[in-house]
């Protein structure tokens, strides 16, 4: 199973398949109770270096928010060194 993680195609159909459920549950949740937008966001971070449109939503989110995205680049620093 380790092996199979470790395999890039495998990781990126994973990563795909996460944040599409991320997207497509952040859109439920944006009219049903629970945390929609954080959850869209969530999906569009994950997506951002695959999908070109997400990418320039990403780009767009740090330059109107510079704190919190340097506030989720520590945490993506702090994340990859953990692994």
Known sequence: MKRLLRNKHTRLVLKHLLG?????????????????????LA????????????????????????RAAAAAERMKERFRKKR
């Open 43 to 66: 999906g569009i971070y994950l997506l951002a270096d695959e999908v070109p449109l997400f990418g320039k939503i990403k780009a767009w989110l740090q330059h109107r928010f510079p």
């Open 20 to 40: 599409w459920i991320c997207i497509v549950l952040g859109i439920v949740m944006l009219v049903t109770p629970g945390q929609g937008i954080l959850t869209l």
